[in-house]
Nanobody, 124 residues
Framework: QVQLVESGGGSVQSGGSLRLSCAAS????????LAWFRQALGKQREGVAF???????TYADSVKGRFTISQDNAKNTLHLQMNSLSPEDTAMYYC??????????????????WGQGTQVTVSS
């Protein structure tokens, strides 16, 4: 059974940094995909960072060069390091997973498994 639990959200000023973590259990298999999505008020959910089992990563253009997704396999933990934050990054951030897929990149609209979300608020 897949379980995802996020932590690390909060409030920060523009230009600051935050690091999100997701304790991921039950995500196994040769083609799993882990990702961070976000949804701002009144906007569609957006997949911003994806990582595959082999460590390959892809990012949405809106965060490329500022956000870094990584996984600690020994601790079954997913991270999202967010730098140079701006008010446009304010959103609820969700950890998401698929246990077997070839579609692990921005543009994917949804995933089978979700965490409860953690709020990130960036003030100007």
């Amino acid at each position: 059974q897949v379980q995802l639990v996020e932590s690390g959200g909060g409030s920060v000023q523009s230009g600051g940094s935050l690091r999100l973590s997701c304790a991921a259990s039950g995500v196994t298999g040769s083609r799993y995909c882990l990702a961070w999505f976000r949804q701002a008020l009144g906007k569609q959910r957006e997949g911003v960072a994806f990582i595959e089992r082999d460590g390959s990563t892809t990012y949405a253009d809106s965060v490329k060069g500022r956000f870094t997704i990584s996984q600690d396999n020994a601790k079954n933990t997913l991270h999202l390091q967010m730098n140079s934050l701006s008010p446009e990054d304010t959103a609820m951030y969700y950890c998401a997973a698929d246990t077997w897929t070839y579609y692990c990149r921005p543009g994917r609209p949804s995933m089978p498994y979700w965490g409860q979300g953690t709020q990130v608020t960036v003030s100007s």
